[in-house]
């Protein structure tokens, strides 16, 4: 089956410092892969994806590797802001068949200090 | 506003109650979930519905019974809960099952049970 590991958290980092939560996958196939972030008193929002091994998604400076030779998908940011203190998500989806359901890892909780 | 919105936010109810949790987008897409999210565990499926027919009942006891009338609202009818049924319970919608389509999220209703 389908599962998802991240590092257990929580992740407290000073203003500026670099980011890494690392996730690690289990699937059959060729799943697609995503990172989900949750802001205090809010919902899930996609933070990015990769579809394809080797393919790097980005936004608002976070990015992340599909790395299929470590089974792999580590977020990282190069200088973290306050408002980056939410809880991050790793997900994966299988492509393909009837198998459409997003597997989470539990969410890793940042939290950022000035 | 992330397109997905839920109502209510919170929910308090006795174990007796019976309540109905409500979801709505207007974001043109055809597949509609309900997940859980309790401290502590990754984000359970609850039920999938693709163009209003539901095709994944995920071992949900029949306590919770999902309602799905058209491919913009999606309903979550509650009746005689237990405690540990309180949690976050996500709304989520996507253009369709599988694939990589990306989720959009509601932000959820508090729901705790006493």
């Known amino acids: 089956g389908n599962s998802v590991t991240q590092m257990e958290g929580p992740v407290t980092l000073s203003e500026e410092a670099f980011l890494t939560i690392n996730c690690t996958y289990t699937?059959?196939?060729?799943?697609?892969l995503f990172w989900y972030v949750q802001y205090p008193g809010e919902g899930l929002q996609l933070l990015l994806k990769a579809t394809k091994a080797d393919d790097k998604g980005s936004n608002k400076g976070f990015e992340a590797t599909y790395r299929k030779e470590t089974t792999s998908f580590h977020l990282e940011k190069g200088s973290v802001q306050v408002s980056d203190s939410a809880v991050y998500f790793c997900a994966l989806l299988n492509s393909g068949g009837s198998n459409y359901k997003l597997t989470f890892g539990k969410g890793t909780l940042l939290t950022v200090n000035p | 506003e992330t397109g997905v919105t839920q109502t209510p936010r919170h929910l308090v109810m006795g174990m007796t109650n019976k309540k109905s949790l409500k979801c709505e987008q207007h974001?043109?897409?055809?597949?509609m979930y309900w997940y859980k999210q309790s401290a502590k565990k990754p984000l359970e499926l609850m039920f999938v519905?693709?163009?209003?027919?539901?095709?994944e009942n995920n071992s949900v006891p029949s306590r919770f019974s999902p309602e799905c009338p058209n491919s913009s609202h999606l309903f979550l009818h509650l009746h005689t809960l237990q405690p540990e049924d309180s949690a976050l319970y996500l709304c989520?919608?996507?253009?369709?099952?599988?694939?990589?389509?990306?989720?959009?999220f509601g932000s959820g209703t508090r729901l705790t049970v006493v």
């Open positions: 519905y693709s163009l209003e027919e539901r095709v």
């Open positions: 699937a059959t196939g060729y799943p697609s």
């Open positions: 974001l043109g897409h055809n597949a």
């Open positions: 989520a919608s996507s253009q369709g099952i599988g694939g990589d389509y990306g989720y959009t």
